[in-house]
């Protein structure tokens, strides 16, 4: 069906009102897309209470390693992972190498992160049980929405280690509730 063509005679003041009328429902248009888009939470990150106390444990006993999970949790995407190599700490943090892989490895063994190994660089996997967050775009840190393969033959314990067990030990060995 062709939409034909009509011809209107409107006076000044019934123009006017059209003209108002289109700018309010494009206005509305618009409102309904923000509102919309605001229920996606782009932004948003969720922490469960289940682990809080080993939350509170690695900031009052490892502050830098706690800045390093909040870091990868700022930055991580929908799937609960971050991919870079540890020039992205060290420039970020300022710390030596060193430092940064002693503090990964403290975030690694009382299963707050996995880590795999993606060639030179890693992927940082939160444990699911811990946060989740949404897709994010951040100014500072390019980040690029793609698959990563990594091998199993660089990572042969993801398999069989449990980021859960890992937590019920630091509970049974720090005591926590």
Do not use: P
Not at 111 to 140: C, P, Q
């Amino acid at each position: 069906m062709e939409d034909k063509k009509i011809t209107l005679e409107l006076t000044k003041n019934e123009f006017n009102k059209l003209q108002k009328l289109l700018e309010f429902e494009k206005n509305e248009e618009e409102k309904h897309k923000q509102k919309e888009e605001e229920k996606k939470n782009y932004n948003f990150i969720q922490l469960y209470r289940d682990h809080m106390s080993e939350m509170r444990w690695l900031m009052t006993n490892h502050q830098f390693a706690s800045s390093i999970l909040f870091f990868i949790i700022e930055h991580m995407d929908n799937r609960n992972a971050l991919a870079c190599s540890y020039s992205v700490f060290e420039d970020y943090f300022e710390k030596h190498k060193t430092t940064i892989y002693r503090n990964l490895k403290i975030l690694e063994d009382n299963g707050f992160i996995s880590i795999l190994k993606m060639g030179t660089s890693n992927v940082y996997v939160v444990n699911e049980d811990l946060a989740w967050t949404d897709s994010n775009d951040k100014k500072r840190f390019a980040k690029y929405d793609g698959k990563i393969l990594v091998s199993k033959k660089e990572n042969k314990d993801y398999q069989y280690q449990s980021q859960f067990d890992r937590f019920k030990a630091l509970r049974e060995r720090e005591g926590l509730k």
